[in-house]
C-alpha cells in the first residue's frame, strides 16, 4: 500500500492529532483508523458517477508514534466495486495538503 508516513511523534502529539481527526474525519470502528472524505470535484469520472459509492475516502491510521495516509481512494459502501483506486494527482495533493494543514493547524513540529 502507498502511503504518507509522518513519524517520531509524541503521545501528547498523537492525542492531538486523534482528538483533530475525530473532529474532521469519520471515525471507523477501530480507534486507530479513520476516514477522510474526498471531495466530490476531486473525484474521478468513475468514483463520481457512482453515487451510490459514495463517500468516497481515504485511511488515516494512528500508531503509537506516527500517523500514516493512505493514498488509495476507497468507499464506505461496497468492497465489491471497481471505483476504488490509487489517487490520481489531485487526489493526492488534497491528501498531502491534508496531512500538512493539520500538522500546521496543531503547531505540531516535525
Known amino acids: 500500500m502507498r502511503t504518507y508516513l509522518i513519524d517520531e511523534l509524541s503521545p501528547s502529539k498523537i492525542e492531538k492529532i486523534r482528538e483533530f481527526l475525530g473532529e474532521h474525519a469519520i471515525r471507523s470502528g477501530l480507534d486507530q483508523i479513520f476516514w477522510v472524505r474526498i471531495p466530490d470535484d476531486l473525484l474521478s469520472e468513475m468514483q463520481f458517477q457512482h453515487s451510490k459509492c459514495k463517500p468516497h475516502v481515504f485511511a488515516v491510521e494512528l500508531g ?9 481512494v476507497r468507499t464506505l459502501k461496497s468492497m465489491r466495486c471497481d471505483c476504488p483506486a490509487y489517487c ?3 487526489q493526492r495533493n488534497f491528501i498531502l495538503n491534508f496531512a500538512d494543514g493539520m ?8
Open 88 to 90: 490520481t494527482g489531485q
Open 103 to 110: 500538522i500546521k493547524q496543531l503547531k505540531i513540529d516535525t
Open 64 to 72: 503509537q508514534d506516527w500517523v500514516k495516509l493512505e493514498l488509495f
